[in-house]
Structures are given as C-alpha cells and as structure tokens.
C-alpha cells in the first residue's frame, strides 16, 4: 500500500509509525557512534603505524561510515527513500526561482544560531556560578570545541569533513528523509522535529540550543524553497565559519603562538566574526515581523501541535532515543554509571 495513500486513510495511526520510525533509527544513530569508538579503541595500534595524517584520515573515514552512511541507509530502507526520490532527486536539489533573494537570509540564518549560542554560554557562566564550580555542571555546558591538528593533512581533513561532508550527509538525512517523512503530519511540525533532532545529532548541551536554532533555521529554508539546496549551502557556509577557526587554531599549533603575520590574521578573522554575529542578529530581528506574517502550511490540521508533540515524545523509540542523547550529551554519564 501507498505511503500517501495509508497517511490519508488513518492518520494518527501513521504519524505514531513514523515517529517510532525516526526514534528507532536515532537509536541506531547512537549505537554506530558508540561501535565508531569501540571500532577506533581496536584499532588504535594498527592506526598508529600509519602516522599521525593516515590514521587521522582513516579515522575520519570510518567515523563518516558510521555517523552518517549507516543510519542514512537505515532511514532511507525504513521511510521508503529509495521510492520516494526515485526519479525525483533533481527536485530534491533543486534551485529557488530568486536564489540571491534568498541568499540575502543567510546573515539572519546565522545571526539565530550565534544568538542562542551565546545565550547558551552565558546561562553556562550562571549555572556553574551558582552550582559553585561542581566538575559535573561545568561539563555538561561546557562548549564544544574541535581540536587543532598538527598537519596540514589531517588539517584539510577535518575542514572538508565540516564544509562538504557534514552539510551533504546531514541536510540530505534531516531535511531530506526526515522532513518528508514527516511532511504529511504538518510541515511546521516537520520543521520543529526535525530540528530537535539536529540538535540531538550534535553530541554535548551546549550544541543541542545553537543546533536546534540553526535547524530551525534551515528547516524554514527548507519549506519556504521546497528543496535542500539552500540549507545544504547554507549549512556549508556557516561550518566554513568554524572551519577558519580551526585552520588559524592548526596553523598557530604548527608554526608557533609566536608567528606575528599568523597573529593579525587571527585577530583580523575574530574581529569579522564579531561583526557577522552583530550584523546576523540585527538582520534575525529585523526578520522577525515578516516570520511571524508567514503562514506554515498545516497538511494536518485535525490533530494540534500539542498533541502531535506530545505523541512524539511519548513514543517508546523516541523516549529511548532520548536516553542515548543524554548520555552523549553527558560524556557518557550513564555508562560510566552503570560501570560503577
């Protein structure tokens, strides 16, 4: 039977099915991320014969096997992907009629992820002021930050896993599969699950609310344009933001803190950073108005948002889902719990 057609003829039935569906393929997604380190632990001596830049790049490759391929493929077998783009890939790809109009939302885009993000490290500052310095508190907001390498080819690794690789695999499983899973349900309620799940996807507290507002974000692109191409670009060009970060952080760590052209560049780069994230969250303000006047389609109107959200959370998959989440986000709290 027709997924369209099954959606159409009981409803809440399928709504249930599809969010046991994504909460059980969240599931697999932090299993493989917990086989990713038991597969690293084994081979961490063979990986060391090939020296530091080969085991960084293999390392690299097992984790995208594990990350992003095997849950992707999951999800595509489990919400019929293969069907449903089938012959329909371009569309999914496909470009807005004014591209450079909507290029112009990118500053706001970025301004709301930055926005949270320093909400969330200066509410990270109060808590562990009045927690009174607790290690536990302190690292469960601590803000998440990529280590520098020190080569150029683990280097170049790591950036384009942040500017080509992450954006492709996490737009296409996000805002692909997992947006048109849920589209039918209510394209608003498509964009909020959807962006949770980017948040869960990005493994500490402090990535869950600068995630989750940059995916909301880019699930609003994704709905307003009716395609990914957009959101994969625009996810793109915010990692690239990251990605200068780190070759300036790599750079210093191979040449020396001392080097004073590297210096300039470095202060040069934070400085326009500052100025994008100021500018990013006048231009989300100012955006506000016009949000609030842009209607959402609802496919689903018969059943309200409390409800649906309410059914997704309290679905068996989703609530173990959850737990995996909490552990991440945790460094493995529970683990070491239950070790002890």
């Known amino acids: 039977m027709d997924d369209i057609e099954f959606t159409k003829r ?30 690293l632990y084994i081979l961490l001596n063979p990986l060391r014969t090939l020296g530091d830049s080969g085991s960084y790049i293999i390392q690299t490759a097992i984790a995208v096997l594990f990350t992003y391929i095997i849950p992707i493929l999951i999800a595509a077998v489990l919400f019929h992907s293969f069907e449903r783009y089938k012959g329909k890939f371009r569309e999914l790809y496909k470009k807005p009629r004014r591209l450079a109009r909507t290029f112009g939302s990118l500053p706001a ?57 992450a954006p492709i695999f996490e737009e296409f499983f996000v805002r692909g599969i997992l947006y048109d899973a849920l589209k039918p349900f209510g394209c608003g309620m498509a964009i909020i699950i959807s962006s949770v799940v980017f948040g869960l996807m990005h493994g500490s507290l402090y990535m869950l609310f600068y995630s989750t507002a940059l ?37 210093r760590e191979m040449l020396g803190e001392g ?34 006047k842009y209607r959402i389609d609802n496919n689903w109107p018969e059943v309200g948002a409390g409800k649906k959200t309410a059914l997704f959370f309290l679905s ?16 493995n709290w529970l683990v070491r719990l239950i070790i002890r």
């Open 10 to 39: 009981d409803p809440l039935h399928s709504y249930k099915a599809v969010c046991a569906k994504l909460g059980l393929i969240m599931c697999v997604y932090y299993i493989c991320r917990i086989l990713n380190g038991l597969v």
């Open 109 to 165: 885009t970025y301004g709301l992820g930055v926005g949270v993000a320093l909400l969330t490290f200066l509410t990270s500052l109060l808590i562990s002021r009045l927690s009174g310095g607790q290690s536990f508190v302190e690292d469960l907001f601590r803000p998440t930050t990529i280590e520098p390498s020190t080569n150029i080819p683990s280097m170049l690794t790591m950036v384009f896993l942040l500017v080509v690789i």
């Open 259 to 292: 080097h004073k052209s590297l210096n300039t560049i470095a202060s040069t780069y934070m400085l326009a950073m500052v100025v994008l994230m100021i500018v990013g969250v006048i231009a989300f303000i100012r955006k506000i108005p016009v949000i609030r």
């Open 215 to 251: 995916g909301f974000a880019l699930g609003y692109l994704r709905y307003a344009t009716g395609s990914i191409f957009v959101s994969t670009i625009f996810h793109a060009m915010i990692n690239a933001i990251s990605a200068g970060l780190l070759v300036l952080s790599s750079l």
């Open 316 to 331: 068996i998959p989703v609530i173990l889902m959850l737990v995996f989440a909490f552990n991440e986000h945790t460094n």
